[in-house]
């Protein structure tokens, strides 16, 4: 048996003024030694012939160049077509890219190595629960499964998963059968985590939705809300053997989103930035957490909006680390400047001026972390310690142990993400989301949104809505 791999993973911000290039992607190819390690469960099965052919992944950002995305595609399909021809081809993909002037990127994705495989060849993707999916996809994939967590823990399984029902379809002979409803609700993953009501009891409902034969799989899309483009939704996905048993579980699930979806709130008190950082000072505990939400980069928001950093400066709580803003120009006048030198550096708002100006900042350089291609330094202002990075760097803990940082030290830590990840959530004793500005900011219902199909909740709060299942 002989299976392609083959994937682009990431997701993209319509909001944004920052393009994902070609160098914003970590690039896989089939000849990498390390190509396999993404996919450590392989492993366990046997008598399978794996081509690994390209997978590129970016952090989110803005929408990807045109000339970025073609080439990899191109890069792609010729690494395919090489190699065929194929049984199957497993799909390591987001969902939620958007190339900049084009729709359903996604789409072509799959429509192009359709072309190339034939339509014998089973196509397998995993996607991120954040994905926008579309009925030329569902059309072109045999099979889609997301993650059911958010923070997304099962990452892992679910690339397992979207390559264990591959290779059983295979191997059994099995071409499923898709049922689709779109479910018209957009909200932020800010409040659709499945760690709280109601997104845990929804998601909850999956294992039991899946009999293995009638029903092989159940995927439940959030979507992507910073999308502007006609196929942003929330979906619900069953595959399987029986179509009245599929149109049922989708339809279970798509009702439950729906019935739920004025309780989703925010996991954690989210307000104005003056309002957390005066709520954090107040607050017995440390360390206290605050999500800049509204530019948080593993959310598509471009990073180097400075309006919170503004704001920290001009309060002066007596212990805030901020992290952080990417200026590769700042950074280097920080290094010039030296351990213990002063300096005044105009910080951010150059890659998204959309969404804030640069801001005066001067204070001593108190640290700096020479990493090839991406130095950090840390500029202390009274109370604020600012964290400065070369490129742009979403934090995580091991990213302040590597500063030399102890968050568990410092009263108040703010880093540009939205709900904690778990390695974040760890470290806080408490915690607020910050309702800030930036091109992923969660006031939804006041995007300027063109394109989406409407009527859309909470766009248009008192529409009604019953499923009406696609299949494919
Ligand atoms: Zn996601």
């Known amino acids: ?86 049984d199957g081809v497993y799909l390591d993909m987001h969902g939620a890219m958007n190339v900049l002037g084009r729709d359903d990127a996604e789409g072509d994705w799959y429509t192009a190595v359709r072309e190339v495989v034939g339509e014998d060849c089973l196509l397998s993707a995993s996607y991120d629960l954040h994905g926008n999916v579309s009925e030329r996809i569902m ?60 997104g845990d009891e929804i998601y909850a ?25 006609p196929r942003m939704t929330a979906c619900a996905i069953a595959l399987g053997q029986d179509e009245a048993a599929i149109q049922a579980a989708a339809e279970t699930l798509a009702l439950s989103y729906w019935d739920h979806r004025a309780d989703f709130q925010f996991g954690v008190p989210a307000m104005p930035i003056a309002d957390c950082i005066e709520a954090a000072m107040q607050d017995d505990v440390q360390p206290v957490f605050i999500s800049d939400s509204g530019d948080n980069p593993t959310a598509g928001g471009v990073g180097d ?7 920290a400066l001009r309060i002066q709580p007596p212990d805030l680390i901020y992290a952080s803003i990417p200026d590769a120009a700042a950074v280097a006048k920080c290094v010039e400047a030296g351990i213990g030198g002063t300096v005044t550096v105009e910080v951010g708002g150059k890659m998204d ?13 108190t640290k700096i972390l020479e990493e090839p291609g991406n130095t950090q ?6 109370g604020v310690q ?14 302040f142990y590597a500063l030399g940082i102890d968050p568990e030290e410092h009263k108040i830590v703010v880093v540009k993400i939205g709900y904690l990840v778990p390695e974040l959530k760890r470290l806080a004793n408490k915690a607020y989301l910050a309702l800030s500005p930036g091109a992923v900011n969660q006031d939804i219902v006041n995007l300027t949104y063109k394109r989406i199909n409407r009527p859309c909740y909470p766009l248009d709060p008192d529409m009604s809505w019953s499923p009406s299942v696609q299949m494919f």
């Open 1 to 86: 048996m002989k299976i392609a791999i083959a994937g682009i993973a990431t997701e993209c911000c319509t909001f944004s003024p920052w393009t994902n290039k070609y160098e914003d992607f970590r690039i896989v190819i089939g000849d990498d030694a390390d190509f396999f390690e993404m996919y450590p469960y392989m492993s366990k099965y046997e008598g399978i012939e794996w081509t690994a052919t390209l997978v590129a992944r970016a952090t989110p950002g803005g929408p990807v160049d045109p000339e970025a995305y073609d080439s990899l595609k191109a890069d792609m399909l010729e690494r395919l077509k090489a190699g065929g021809p194929y």
């Open 139 to 198: 059309q072109t994939l045999d099979i889609i499964t997301g993650y059911r967590t958010a923070p997304h823990i099962d990452y892992m399984e679910t690339r397992e998963r979207a390559c264990d029902l591959l290779i059983r379809c295979l191997n059994e002979g099995i071409r499923p059968q898709k049922a689709f409803i779109k479910i018209p609700v957009g909200l932020p993953g800010e409040r659709t985590s499945t760690e709280w009501f109601p």
């Open 205 to 229: 409902q999956i294992p039991g939705l899946i009999d293995g034969e009638k029903v092989m799989d159940v995927t439940m899309q959030v979507g992507y809300i910073w999308a502007d483009e």
């Open 305 to 311: 909006v400075p309006v919170f950093l503004a704001e």
């Open 353 to 365: 001026p959309w969404h804030g100006q640069p801001v005066e900042l001067t204070g001593t350089v």
């Open 377 to 382: 330094v840390v500029v202390t202002s009274g």
């Open 386 to 399: 600012a964290i400065l990075t070369e490129k742009r760097t979403p934090f995580r803990d091991h990213h």
